[in-house]
């Protein structure tokens, strides 16, 4: 319809007009919208965030967020979440000990394993 103007052009603010960028932020925030020009946008001061002191937040203590992203990064399954913690948590308690210092570890002694326990069989058919 001619002269029908949007809600949005209507009640647009002269700095949103002038603006290139607006930042929304979440409403929990009670921060207004932020509108910048190309120029504000690219300008990024460190200086004005302080630091974060505990960057592991929400979780507990870092170690709980460390072991949270290997959890993640490896896809473990529930099951094989818990078996892990209870492992984590018996060797805190002294009740158990694990030597592995790296990956290689393991695997030599996967191989020592696989050598003592697999056995080989050759077998010939003669037609």
């Given amino acids: 319809m ?16 002038q603006a290139d960028f607006k ?5 929990r925030c ?3 919208p932020l509108f910048q020009s190309y120029a ?3 300008h990024h001061n460190c200086q004005q ?3 974060i002191k505990e ?3 929400p979780f507990s203590c870092r170690g709980d967020f460390e072991f949270a992203e290997i959890v993640l990064e490896a896809g ?6 818990n078996k ?3 492992l984590i948590a018996r060797i805190s308690e002294g009740s158990a000990k694990v030597t592995f210092k790296n990956e290689d570890d393991l695997h030599h002694v996967w191989n020592q394993a696989a050598m003592q326990l697999t056995p080989v069989c050759n077998y010939f058919i003669i037609l």
């Fill in 84 to 86: 892990l913690l209870s």
């Fill in 49 to 51: 965030q302080p630091p």
């Fill in 30 to 32: 009670n921060k207004p």
């Fill in 55 to 57: 960057p592991w937040q």
């Fill in 2 to 17: 001619p002269g029908n103007t949007s809600s949005a052009s209507v009640h647009a603010s002269p700095l949103a007009a």
């Fill in 76 to 81: 473990l399954s529930k099951a094989q979440t």
């Fill in 40 to 42: 504000e946008f690219r």
């Fill in 23 to 27: 930042t929304e932020f979440h409403p």
